[in-house]
């Protein structure tokens, strides 16, 4: 069965110091990945997805199918960047199967 | 910007009632989700809707569940016979088209209590 894993429920950094968040996924064929997040009070939205091989907000994502992961980047974290992070690939046509989240903190 | 919205944003029901959870997509957006996410638990996908009908399901979604889009606006989500573990955040999504080239937008969710 298709599943995506975040070993880390909590992660805590300091400002200025980088952040990798970490997401293993288990897909038979070519995965499609996506990172959400979700700020404090606000809705669930799109960090990134690996088809557009975007960088958004200083996060990167690699995927690296040796590894079957797809773990979030950053390289000097900031305090805004406190919130919760969900990986999650595509099943089938409409679905999007997600990881449990890891809750990010960012101290200063 | 547009947003999905979501009313209400908290409902409580007693074990056995019916509830009827709203939704009102993107306007432009012709692809509806439902997801839902019990406390402490990952976000769980429900059920996908477009062109009027189902187009994918999970196994949580059974005959005690039902989705509707009753006008141009609204998408609905109905639980028939609610249960205690039907407690939790329900989310609603749309999407312009395929999430895989689409970008899916969320509410901000309705929190359903069954006691």
């Known amino acids: 069965a298709q599943r995506v894993t975040q070993p880390e429920k909590l992660l805590s950094v300091f400002k200025g110091a980088p952040v990798e968040l970490k997401c293993n996924y288990s897909?038979?064929?070519?995965?499609?990945l996506f990172w959400y997040v979700q700020y404090s009070r606000q809705r669930l939205q799109l960090l990134l997805r690996?088809?557009s091989r975007e960088s958004i907000k200083g996060f990167t994502a690699d995927l690296n199918k040796g590894e079957t992961s797809f773990h979030l980047k950053k390289p000097f974290a900031q305090e805004e960047d406190s919130a919760m992070y969900y990986c999650?690939?595509?099943?089938?046509?409409?679905?999007?199967?997600f990881g449990q989240g890891t809750r990010l903190t960012i101290n200063p | 910007e547009p947003e999905v919205t979501q009313t209400p944003s908290h409902q409580v029901t007693q074990m056995g009632q019916e509830v009827i959870l709203r939704c009102v997509p993107i306007?432009?957006?012709?692809?509806f989700y439902w997801y839902r996410q019990i406390l402490g638990q990952k976000v769980e996908f429900l059920v996908s809707?477009?062109?009027?009908?189902?187009?994918?399901k999970s196994e949580i979604f059974d005959d005690q569940f039902s989705v509707e889009r009753p006008d141009g606006s609204n998408f609905t989500l109905k639980i028939r016979s609610t249960k205690l573990e039907d407690s939790a955040m329900y989310f609603c999504?749309?999407?312009?088209?395929?999430?895989?080239?689409?970008?899916?937008?969320f509410g901000p969710g309705t929190r359903l209590t069954v006691l």
């Open positions: 999504a749309s999407s312009s088209g395929p999430i895989l080239y689409n970008e899916q937008f």
């Open positions: 897909y038979s064929g070519s995965p499609e």
């Open positions: 690996h088809i």
């Open positions: 999650a690939l595509v099943q089938g046509a409409q679905k999007l199967v």
């Open positions: 306007s432009n957006h012709l692809y």
């Open positions: 809707f477009y062109n009027n009908e189902i187009s994918e």
